[in-house]
C-alpha cells in the first residue's frame, strides 16, 4: 500500500497558507505530486524558483487535471468563481476543499459547480501570520494547529475521512463543525480583534503627523501587537468581514455593549467592576495558555536580539 495520502494534489493560490501547506505536504511525504498555480505570473515563477510545486500551471483548469485533492487558497470571495472554473475539469471522485475562514458562504458559492461525483469537503486551518506570498510558508505551520472541516451536502463519509487524515499527516488535530456554527464562533476569536486592530491602527494614521509620529516611536507592546495583526492581507480580510457579515454583526453588538459598560465603570470609578473585568478576562487568558493555543514565555515568547556588549 502507498505510504501517501493522495497522490496527486492541485493547490489554486500559493499565499501563506498554499505554500505552507505544499512545503508540509512534501516534508511529511503525504503526497508523491504537488501541481498548482497562482494568479499572477510573478507568483508562478516564484513558486517555480522556489520548487514548492511539480508542475506549475497558468490557469486553474490545467492545475486541477488529475489531482484527487484541490485546495483553494484564495480570498474567500473568489471561491465560487473558481469552483465554476475548475468543475469541468475535475477528476471523477476528486475531493475539493478550502482554507478560508468563512465556511457559510464558500459553500454557498462553491457547491452548485461541484459536479456529481466529487465531493465539497471546506477547511479552514487555524494558523496563519500576518506574512503572505510564497516565500511566506513553512512546514512547520499547521503542527498542533486546529483545522476546522465543514463538509457540505455532496461530501461522502469516506472523502470526510480522507481529508482528516491528511490535515492530521500536516500535523494538524481536525475537529468537524458545522458552517453556521463555525463562523460564529470564528466572528468572535479571529474577525472582531482583526476588525478592531484595523480600527486602532486606522485611529492612528487619522492622528496629526507629529502625534503620529511619536506614537509610532513609543509604541508599548499593546499597540506593537494590534500592528501586526492589522498587518495581515487586505483582500483577504475585506473579503472574510463581506462573507461573514451577519455573524460579525451580532458579535461586534456584544462588543459595543460590554464596551459601552466599560467606558461607564471609568467615568464613575467603577475599580470594583474594572478589576472583576481584569480578573474574569485573565482567567480566559490563561486558559488559552492551558489548551496549548499560546505560550506562556516571557513577551509571549518573542525573540528579542542581544547586544555584543550584553552578557
Request: charged residues 25%; proline residues 5%; aromatic residues 6%.
Amino acid at each position: 500500500m502507498s505510504e501517501f495520502v493522495f497522490d496527486r494534489i492541485a493547490l489554486i493560490g500559493f499565499g501563506l497558507i498554499g505554500s505552507s501547506i505544499a512545503r508540509a505536504a512534501r516534508a511529511k511525504g503525504v503526497v508523491r505530486e504537488i501541481s498548482g498555480t497562482a494568479r499572477s505570473e510573478k507568483t508562478r515563477a516564484r513558486v517555480r524558483e522556489l520548487g514548492i510545486a511539480d508542475k506549475v500551471a497558468e490557469t486553474p483548469a490545467q492545475a486541477v487535471e488529475g489531482a484527487e485533492l484541490v485546495i483553494v487558497c484564495v480570498p474567500v470571495g473568489a471561491s465560487g468563481a473558481i469552483a465554476r472554473e475548475i468543475a469541468p475539469h475535475l477528476a471523477p471522485g476528486a475531493i475539493v476543499t478550502d482554507v478560508g475562514s468563512v465556511k457559510s458562504s464558500v459553500i454557498a458559492d462553491m457547491e452548485p459547480h461541484i459536479p456529481d461525483g466529487c465531493f465539497l469537503v471546506p477547511g479552514h486551518p487555524i494558523a496563519g501570520t500576518e506574512q503572505s506570498g510564497p516565500d511566506a510558508g513553512f512546514a512547520e505551520l499547521f503542527t498542533n494547529r486546529w483545522c476546522i472541516l465543514t463538509p457540505g451536502e455532496k461530501a461522502s463519509p469516506e472523502a470526510v475521512e480522507k481529508l482528516t487524515r491528511f490535515w492530521q499527516a500536516l500535523g494538524s488535530d481536525v475537529e468537524i463543525m458545522e458552517a453556521g456554527h463555525h463562523d460564529l464562533v470564528l466572528a468572535i476569536t479571529s474577525h472582531i480583534p482583526h476588525l478592531i486592530a484595523y480600527n486602532i491602527v486606522g485611529t492612528v494614521a487619522d492622528l496629526e503627523a507629529d502625534t503620529r509620529s511619536e506614537v509610532i516611536k513609543y509604541s508599548a507592546s499593546g499597540f506593537r501587537d494590534f500592528t501586526r495583526i492589522a498587518a495581515s492581507d487586505p483582500a483577504m480580510w475585506r473579503d472574510v468581514f463581506l462573507a461573514n457579515k451577519d455573524a460579525v454583526l451580532e458579535m461586534l453588538g456584544r462588543f459595543s455593549e460590554d464596551l459601552s459598560g466599560l467606558q461607564r465603570a471609568i467615568r464613575r470609578g467603577d475599580s470594583e467592576t474594572l478589576e472583576e473585568l481584569f480578573t474574569r478576562t485573565r482567567d480566559v487568558r490563561r486558559k488559552v495558555i492551558d489548551a496549548g493555543q499560546e505560550t506562556a514565555e516571557p513577551d509571549f515568547g518573542r525573540i528579542r536580539a542581544i547586544s555584543p556588549e550584553t552578557d
